[in-house]
Structure formats: C-alpha cells, structure tokens
C-alpha cells in the first residue's frame, strides 16, 4: 500500500450572474496498488502494426493536427490553427492534396470548424465559423458553397438522405428553450430543431 498525495480543487458556483468562491484542498489519498493488472503490450491488442509515412511535398507543412481521419485509403488531417488547411494523402497512390483556401470571399473560409467526408457523394464538406459549408472533390478542388441559415454550428454531420445535422451551443429562441440541434436540407434551408435546453434566470440549464 502506498499513499500518494493528489491536489483536489473544489468550487461552488453559486450561480451564474454572481461571483464564485474557489478553495484549494490538498488531502491524501491510499491507492491499492495491487489492485492495478499486469502491463499489456500492444502487439496482444492487435495481430499487425504498421506505420504510413506522409509523402513530403513542399507547401505540405502540417502545423499542428486537429482532427485526423482515414476514409477508403485517404488519410484526411486537419490543421485548424497553424496552417488552417486540410491535408489528403492517398496511401495507394502516394498523392497528396490540400485545401488552402483562407480568406473572406465566397469561396474561401475563414476559420475551419470540421470537416465531413461525404463518402455517397464523394465530396468533402468544411463547416466555416462563419455561417457557411463549402464543398470540394476528392482532390480538393472547390465545387460549391451553401449558407447555414444565419445558425453558428460548432460541429456538424450530414444525414443519408443528404441533410445537415448542426449543433450549436447557443440556439434558436422558441418557447423561452433554445435548441442545440438545427436541421438543415441540402441547400441549407431550416427544416427542424430538437434537443433543447431551458432558460433558468438567464442562464442555459442543460
């Protein structure tokens, strides 16, 4: 038996139009340590291991990863913060595209939210902070653009019948609610809302 020593920080919000009192507590915690199972090495996980390198390829500069997917041999790797590109590498081919494309036109995105494979349509589609979902082929080559109806999504998906589901921390008003999943169709026109959270005293009560 061993004892470890773990800091526990313990808060009380009062509520949230008030201030809140933090208070630090230190207290001492007996970890069984013979409770702990034996160490699992990973070739007892998994029957192969193996490991692909991403071609090099000047302009393909990965800052830091932000979401990372493999899709039908794609690697697809998004840097949201330091390039604010999305990367693709294709394992069998060895080819790599990237969609760059920053900025405030039409056809350009400000800020990258997510991004959604549509594997049916074989497009990729990118949530854009502000307000809109741009669509690229495979090789990331621009297709077209769709306005999410005035709705900040912070993530999104798209549905089989080619609907967008968004969800936003801050809602639409009905019925003194707000709702954090907005139905969008393939336009991007409103078609429903669910999932709501009530309003106690000014504040979302989940």
């Known amino acids: ?27 001492n915690i007996e970890v069984a340590t013979s409770n702990f199972t034996n160490t699992i090495n990973l070739d007892e996980l998994a ?11 000047e302009g393909f500069e990965i800052g830091k990863i932000s979401d990372l997917q ?8 998004l840097d949201s913060e330091v390039s604010e590109a999305l990367f693709i590498a294709d394992i069998s081919t060895k080819n790599t595209y990237q969609i760059n494309r920053k900025g405030k036109g039409p056809m350009e995105y400000q800020r990258i939210k997510n991004f959604i494979v549509d594997t049916i349509k074989n497009e ?20 077209s653009h769709i ?18 589901l968004g969800y ?35 504040c979302m009560n989940p």
């Open 70 to 77: 493999m899709i039908n041999n794609r690697i697809y790797i």
């Open 124 to 143: 990729i589609n990118i949530l854009d902070n502000q307000r809109k979902i741009l669509k690229f082929d495979l090789q990331g080559n621009y297709l």
């Open 147 to 164: 306005s999410t109806d005035n709705y900040y999504f912070k993530s999104f998906t798209i549905t089989p019948n080619g609907d967008y």
């Open 47 to 57: 029957k192969k291991v193996s490991y692909i390198k991403i071609p090099e390829k």
């Open 1 to 27: 038996m061993k004892n470890y020593i773990i800091g526990i920080l313990a808060f009380v919000t009062l509520s949230c139009n008030e201030n809140y009192k933090v208070e630090d507590k230190v207290n």
């Open 168 to 202: 936003q921390q801050l809602g639409i008003q009905r019925d003194g609610t707000y709702d954090r999943i907005i139905r969008l169709d393939s336009t991007g026109k409103f078609k429903s809302s669910f999932a709501p959270v009530e309003m106690v005293q000014g």
